[in-house]
C-alpha cells in the first residue's frame, strides 16, 4: 500500500532553516516521480519542487529557487526538502506527493509542479517561519 507520511516541520524564525523527511513506502523508486507542495492559511496549495522517476531531474519553484533542496535517498525510502534562508511567507503545511510517471518532472513542462496532477498525498507537516 502506498503511503507518504512527512515530518521535521516546526517553528523557526525568520532566515532560519529546516529539513522536511517524507518516508515513502510502497512506491517503485524508478516509476513514481515525485513533490513538494505547500499550503498557507487561506491560499491554494502550491508546487514548489519535484523530481523525476529516475531522481535525474529537479525543478523548483521561482519563490524557493536557491534556499531549498530536495533530494531522495532510495536506500532508506526518504524524500528530502533542505529549507535555508526562511521567510514569513514560507509559512504553512508541507506536503510531499507522487504520481506514477515518467514524463512528470523528467521534461519541462508548466504542469510539473501542478498538485492536481499527482496522485497520493501525505497528510502534511507545519512550518511556521516567524520571529
Known amino acids: 500500500q502506498l503511503q507518504l507520511v512527512e515530518s521535521g516541520g516546526g517553528l523557526v524564525q525568520p532566515g532560519g532553516s529546516l529539513r522536511l523527511s517524507c518516508d515513502v513506502s510502497g512506491v517503485t523508486w524508478g516509476y513514481y516521480a515525485m513533490g513538494w507542495f505547500r499550503q498557507a492559511p487561506g491560499t491554494e496549495r502550491e508546487g514548489i519542487s519535484c523530481t523525476s522517476s529516475s531522481g535525474g531531474t529537479i525543478e523548483y519553484a521561482d519563490s524557493v529557487k536557491g534556499r531549498f533542496t530536495l533530494s531522495r535517498d532510495t536506500a532508506k525510502n526518504k524524500l528530502y526538502l533542505e529549507m535555508n534562508s526562511l521567510k514569513p511567507e514560507d509559512t504553512g503545511v508541507y506536503y510531499c506527493?507522487?504520481?506514477?510517471?515518467?514524463?512528470?518532472?523528467?521534461?519541462?513542462?508548466?504542469?510539473?509542479?501542478?498538485?492536481?496532477?499527482?496522485?497520493?498525498w501525505g497528510s502534511g507537516t507545519q512550518v511556521t517561519v516567524s520571529s
Open positions: 506527493a507522487t504520481i506514477r510517471s515518467w514524463r512528470r518532472c523528467n521534461v519541462p513542462d508548466p504542469d510539473n509542479l501542478r498538485p492536481d496532477e499527482y496522485d497520493y
